[in-house]
């Protein structure tokens, strides 16, 4: 089971991610909690600043635009 | 090599629908396909063109360079980055929460997100395909300079204190976080990227922009066309011509709550203009409904008090009028 968080303000493109993230999650058959994060301290703590970003069980691995396919298959099956 | 695209309206709307250029709705459709086809050629390959050249431009980067730099270089530097790093609107929060960070003065900071939505690839492209090359260079001169001065103000006023607590408390305790700068090693997203990593970042920033831009392009380019055909001639130039000082004041109030960005705005300030509405006015409007918005002003809510989002709305309203100002003045005189 991963943990997924999107941090980001809320717009468009965060809510693009979290959606491709799940989609793809369920595709694969891997187990996901996906939450969408707006709060800017938690950003600040992970050092992002270009959103939308994603941090998967706590450890940040991409941010400022949506990812790729290729990309999240690669987190939800690493 | 831009005349292709007169050429093309002359063909539909002369020749196909048998309309002429000089009655209105001729005229106003000869305007509306002449340049919405001129700008979306010019946006898909400008913009793809940039994206390609700056593919490995982050903010990320751009912070380390400008962390513990000497202050006064710092805002025109501020000020330079802003208008050429590929940044959205909606980073705004996260990236000056970074900055602040980093130690970064609040003014220098504040010089990057002011320049940002003045100037950026879709703005230049348009200005110079529709207004042509001068107006364009003043437009980016005074879009820095109404950076780098309003990022001056903000630190010598000591802004920094009117930060939200815990904004001010990252400030205080500034170290740069490492974090970020970690995963781009990973992903391969640093210095040597390769020719397709570029294409590929490229095609994504030419569909994202061109998603949020398109509609714009149309509203825009629709309410000049209207102008252009059916407000009478000279009326624009009578009623709101230079010999009106309160206009450029009236043009900036306007345009700080209009949502619109400036792929919209180009191609009305573009009908403006040739209707005799005074280049001072036109700059002045054009700025302030690029450069300030309600939704930005309430994200800054997050991190800053009201006290000093009042002072950066009356610090906008200010510089813009008097760019206003200035500029019908030069034209005036005979400078522009």
């Known amino acids: 089971m991963k943990t997924i968080q999107v941090l980001g303000s809320g717009c468009t493109k965060c809510r693009k991610t979290a959606e491709s993230i799940e989609r793809i999650a369920e595709q694969l058959g891997v187990e996901v909690t996906v939450t969408k994060e707006a709060d800017p301290q938690l950003m600040m703590q992970h050092g992002v600043m270009t959103t939308p970003a994603v941090v998967i069980d706590g450890r940040l691995q991409h941010s400022g635009s949506i990812p790729h396919r290729d990309e999240i298959e690669r987190w939800l099956q690493s | ?336």
């Open chain 2, 1 to 336: 090599m831009l005349e292709w695209f007169s050429r093309l309206a002359d063909f539909l709307i002369v020749e196909q629908l048998g309309l002429s250029r000089d009655d209105r709705l001729g005229g106003a459709l000869h305007f509306f396909v002449e340049d919405t086809s001129k700008i979306f050629v010019l946006l898909v390959v400008m913009i793809y063109l940039i994206a390609l050249a700056r593919a490995s431009l982050r903010v990320e980067r751009v912070r380390d360079y400008l962390a513990g730099r000497n202050r006064y270089l710092g805002y025109g530097l501020g000020s330079a980055f802003g208008a050429i790093t590929p940044f959205c609107s909606c980073s705004s929060i996260p990236l000056f929460l970074g900055f602040t960070s980093a130690g970064i003065p609040i003014g220098i900071t504040m010089s990057f997100l002011l320049t940002s939505p003045l100037i950026n690839e879709v703005a230049i492209v348009l200005l110079a395909g529709l207004l042509g090359w001068k107006f364009t260079l003043v437009y980016v001169v005074v879009g820095m300079s109404v950076g780098m001065l309003g990022g001056l103000f903000l630190d010598s006023i000591r802004a920094e204190r009117l930060l939200q607590a815990f904004a001010r408390k990252a400030f205080d305790n500034a170290s740069a976080p490492a974090a970020v700068d970690n995963i781009i090693e990973n992903s391969g997203q640093n210095d040597s990227l390769t020719l397709s990593a570029r294409h590929r970042f490229a095609m994504d920033e030419l569909t994202d922009i061109l998603s949020r831009v398109w509609k714009w392009v149309f509203i825009g380019v629709g309410v000049g066309a209207a102008l252009h055909g059916f407000v009478p001639e000279g009326w624009i130039e009578q009623h709101l011509g230079d010999g009106q000082w309160w206009s450029v004041p009236a043009a900036v109030a306007l345009g700080i709550p209009l949502y619109a960005n400036a792929t919209g705005v180009i191609p009305v300030m573009e009908s403006l203009i040739t209707q005799g509405l005074p280049v001072g006015t036109t700059l002045a409007f054009c700025m302030s409904t690029v450069a300030a918005s309600f939704p930005e002003f309430i994200l800054l809510k997050q991190v800053m008090q009201w006290r000093l989002l009042a002072i950066l709305f009356v610090l906008l309203l200010v510089s813009f009028t008097l760019v206003g100002w200035l500029f019908n003045g030069l034209s005036g005189l005979g400078f522009l």
